[in-house]
């Protein structure tokens, strides 16, 4: 292979690999229940539940070359596919038996072949639907398919010559000049003009032409140019008067492809609706004097019905001199009632879709069927919710109400009293009887009991004994498409007893703590902290723990938690403030305040503030001997520490200061610093003697390039080890980064080049080339250990596509000790006292594609134990998305190799290219060895020639 072409596979192996990455793509299969499929008349039908797909899916097909096509709204007009809802809202997709990619055999065995591509929560899922009809009924002379895209007109080929056939193969739609041969022409007539295109600029005009094995196919988006609108009768049609003609020598071959669809809307009344079609579609008719009507048949869901099910229905069919009528009463079987709601209002459409097929002839054999498929829906129309409250005696000891009435698919989702939330199963726990009740008209009401008893039922004294019990109830209500509707029964209450709350603060080893004793008001405030509403999911989020029993509610916020503010960073410890207030729910004004502050130590700590200010603590105690931290400082030299005492250094600088480095790493900035501890050295002219320790300690901060201002961040207060732990400023992708110090140990991950781990690959041999289904032979150790003293032990193992430990997506291969398979990988440990651990890695296929690169990194540590086995820990391999940021509770390495580039096997043999410097190498090398060559020939020839003249 040449350079230039090394150099373009490489180019396009990264960019798959970019493109690859960033999104999961699946292929799966439909759980059952989910979709169906049909053959109905002429077409493939197909059915996938309505929350299935989503919001955010697209239809595929392949074209001839097995190339995916999305088929879009202007493709799908073009190319007899039909994207629609059936009348219960499910997605239906219909195709034409004699549609683009369809597989034709002889115009009697169709075969489809579709995928629907489904995005959910950053996942691009795959479903494959194959689907194989045959043709039930024998084609017509002619067959016109009004659907609700386009229109579609199929006419017999007649070949009026033996050898014709035989030269007018049939191509596969689309070729590149469209499905028929370039000798197809069509031509239109519009405003009394002919305008005649050949096949290959009617397809680029989105007009479908194609030539089968006995028929010649036409097909047209509504409202092209060359369309028309024609009133006949008193009637609106939709066509296309035209015509395509082949020609060739000797043979001129002429194809009526006129097209009328009627286009006259239906008729609504309070109770019914009404369908009306002409009862000869005279456009289509060529000589009205010889038309005799063959058949005319009603459908529903594009399946014929007969006169028994039109009467049970309560359908009208009936054919008028002029007209076609079908008149539906509004609700009747074969359609659907659907709830809606606009602006909070709840309401009801009626959907139908009905079918008719009109058959009839102008000649003996020339029969001419005409299918018109025709959804229905009706207009919004309202629904007043009924309220009733059913018992107000005081005897009763509760209300009982209800609201009606809905139809089947509008469920109760919750309720308010007085504003506060209840599921309907916190309902039922508190004492609130509630049911849904059918009616006899098959809508429901629902009913709900709330004793007088609840504190949520207020009460007022009127006179003498009797009491004012007044229920404040909000129905929140939800449809099967998941949108939400409320009723709500508003009641006033004056209160001017009102009792404030009262606080006080705590300060536990690594969290402040807010102690709260509840008025008789507060409940009905909102907490913040500090801007940020406190809600369930803030709480979640940022570990609060929120306990709220009778009088006392108790909220504990960690160290580094969004919300928190610093007042102080000093070798004395970090001030951190807790602002707790309560808002009012509607004006958010404050009518509580309650502050909250500690002091925590900063023995061990770095801190990125939100201002860009970096805060860092150096022990002495770190290395033995110790080291003096007052004579540390940052890659600045004369950045210095801020405070200093006998054992500990306090940095803080801003990031964009003390030589501090910055790059980006996606949608974050990467600031970096180091602190450097400066030896002494004996002599000091030729210094080649210290009694100083070496110390260097990164430090580094990461903050999102568009965010909130949060703060993030871990405390260490386990045992000391020689590693510090950042905080990053970010939102919801926070991610806590582990340091790692430089000293004496150096751990590494050696990839070997044979089972038995004899000889291993160096820095300058990677990437690593493996082959798919052999097996990739690792070893992890630490260098500088003593013998015997202590044991390496293998913590966790995982891949990444890029050099950063965080990168995404990540695959387990090691998790606390145990070796983790995958369906498309499997991880074997080796452990042996003799040795370090190891591990092997085969790698199928489903993983990671040929030609994309992983990188392999590791967690290990020294024990001192003699047996340390797995702790099996899980029940199999879990995908993880750069989360991994367990805080480790020994002293640990963390250790990466590659890349690994992962080939595909062909014939047992892998094919790698040369880049230009390694080319160069070779070609140096090549050179040389060349050189030698030709000067060793001209010296053997000399010597010889000489011989041969002595």
Avoid at 298 to 303: N, T, V, Y
Avoid at 421 to 445: D, I, S, Y
Avoid at 852 to 869: E, K, M, T
Wanted: glycine share 6%.
């Amino acid at each position: 292979m040449v350079p230039n072409e090394c150099k373009a596979l490489f180019c396009f192996r990264v960019a798959l690999l970019f493109v690859s990455f960033p999104r999961i793509v699946r292929t799966a299969s439909f759980p059952d229940g989910v979709y169906k499929t049909e053959c109905r008349s002429r077409s493939f039908w197909i059915w996938v539940e309505r929350d299935f797909l989503g919001p955010q899916w697209q239809l595929e097909t392949f074209n001839e070359t097995g190339y995916p096509v999305v088929m879009d709204d202007y493709l799908s007009s073009q190319c007899g596919y039909t994207k629609s809802r059936d009348i219960y809202g499910n997605v239906e997709i219909r195709i034409s038996f004699l549609g683009c990619w369809i597989h034709n055999v002889n115009d009697e065995q169709f075969n489809s072949l579709v995928r629907f591509k489904v995005a959910k929560n950053g996942v691009d899922s795959q479903y494959m639907v194959s689907q194989s009809c045959r043709l039930t009924d024998p084609w017509n002379m002619r067959e016109i398919v009004c659907e609700e895209n386009y229109m579609e007109v199929s006419v017999i080929r007649i070949i009026p010559l033996e050898n014709w056939l035989k030269t007018d193969i049939r191509l596969s739609w689309p070729a590149t000049q469209g499905g028929a041969s370039p000798r197809w022409q069509v031509e239109f007539i519009v405003n009394n003009s002919i305008i005649t295109l050949s096949s290959t600029n009617a397809f680029k005009k989105g007009y479908g032409l194609n030539a089968t094995a006995t028929r010649v196919v036409f097909r047209a988006p509504y409202r092209t140019a060359e369309s028309v609108t024609m009133m006949v009768d008193g009637y609106r049609y939709a066509g296309i008067l035209g015509m395509m003609y082949y020609s060739q020598p000797l043979v001129r071959l002429y194809v009526n492809t006129t097209l009328a669809c009627p286009s006259d809307p239906p008729i609504f009344t309070p109770t019914s609706l009404m369908w009306r079609s002409p009862a000869i579609l005279s456009p289509l008719v060529l000589d009205p004097t010889a038309y005799i009507e063959s058949d005319l048949n009603l459908g529903l869901d594009g399946q014929l019905i007969d006169s028994s099910v039109i009467t049970k229905n309560g359908y009208v069919f009936q054919t008028r001199p002029t007209a076609v009528e079908v008149i539906v009463p509004i609700g009747a079987p074969g359609g659907n009632i659907e709830s809606v709601i606009v602006n909070n209002s709840y309401g009801t459409i009626y959907r139908i879709h009905l079918l008719l097929v009109h058959e009839w002839r102008e000649l003996p054999a020339d029969v001419t069927r005409h299918t018109i498929l025709k959804p229905i829906a009706t207009a919004f129309r309202p629904e007043v919710p009924v309220f009733i409250n059913r018992k107000c005696q005081i005897t009763d000891d509760f209300f009982e109400v209800s609201l009606g009435n809905f139809f089947s698919d509008v469920e109760l989702k919750s309720l308010e009293i007085k504003k506060v939330p209840f599921t309907l199963e916190e309902a039922k726990a508190r004492g609130f009887n509630v049911m849904t009740v059918p009616n006899a008209n098959g809508t429901n009401a629902f009913y709900l009991q709330v004793p007088f008893s609840d504190s949520l039922v207020e009460q007022k004294h009127l006179q003498g004994h009797l009491l004012l019990y007044t229920l404040h109830v909000t129905y929140i209500m939800t449809l099967l498409t998941k949108q939400d509707f409320q009723y709500t029964d508003v009641v006033e209450c004056i209160r001017q007893d009102v009792e404030p709350p009262s606080c006080k603060d705590e300060c536990g080893p690594d969290r402040l703590i807010l102690v709260l004793t509840h008025g008789n008001m507060d409940r009905y405030w909102v907490p913040y902290i500090r801007e940020l509403h406190l809600t369930k999911e803030l709480a979640q989020s940022q570990k609060y723990v929120v306990s709220d029993q009778g009088s006392i509610y108790r909220l504990e916020v960690p160290l580094f938690a969004a919300g928190l503010s610093y007042k102080e960073i000093s070798l004395r410890g970090v001030l951190v403030a807790l602002n707790f207030t309560l808002r009012d729910n509607k004006t958010l004004d404050i009518k509580f305040n309650c502050l909250v502050e500690c002091r925590f130590p900063t023995d061990r700590l770095l801190v990125c503030l939100p201002n860009g200010t970096m805060a860092a603590t150096v022990l002495g105690l770190d290395t033995k001997p110790n080291f003096n931290p007052a004579r540390t400082h940052l890659k600045d030299p004369t950045c210095k520490p801020q405070e200093v005492d006998d054992t500990r250094a306090l940095f803080v600088f801003p990031v964009f200061s003390c030589g501090t480095i910055r790059r980006f790493d996606g949608d974050f900035f990467i600031y970096e610093n180091e602190v450097t501890f400066d030896r002494e050295y004996l002599p000091q002219d030729q210094p080649i003697i210290t009694r100083d320790s070496k110390y260097r300690l990164t430090l580094r901060c990461k903050y999102p390039v568009r965010d909130t201002q949060r703060m993030y961040g871990r405390y260490n207060k386990t045992t000391p080890i020689r590693r510090g732990f950042s905080a990053v400023l970010t939102g919801d992708k926070s991610k806590v980064l582990r340091k790692r110090a430089k000293d004496r140990l150096d751990a590494v991950l050696r990839v070997a080049k044979d089972d038995a781990f004899t000889s291993f690959y160096q820095s300058g041999d990677f990437p690593v080339y493996m082959a798919r289904d052999t097996s990739l032979n690792l070893e992890a150790d630490i260098n500088g250990r003593m013998a015997g003293m202590s044991r390496v032990v293998l913590r966790e193992c995982w891949t990444t596509p890029t050099p950063q430990m965080d990168g995404s997506p990540q695959w387990d291969l090691v998790a606390n000790g145990c070796a983790k398979d995958g369906a498309a990988y499997s991880t074997k440990l080796q452990t042996s006292p003799d040795s370090p651990p190891r591990f092997q890695v085969k790698i199928g296929s489903g993983l990671h594609e040929p030609g994309n690169q992983i990188y392999i990194h590791c967690l290990i540590s020294l024990h001192d134990d003699d047996a340390i086995s797995c702790n099996g820990v899980g029940d199999g391999p879990e995908q993880r998305m750069g989360k991994r940021s367990v805080l480790q509770r020994v002293p640990y390495e963390a250790v990466s190799a590659g890349p690994i580039q992962i080939l595909a096997r062909d014939n047992g043999v892998a094919y790698q290219c040369l880049g230009d410097e390694s080319w160069s190498v070779w070609t140096w090398i090549l050179s040389a060895g060349l050189a030698v060559f030709a000067v060793v020939t001209i010296a053997a020839v000399t010597l010889a020639v000489r011989l041969f003249v002595c």
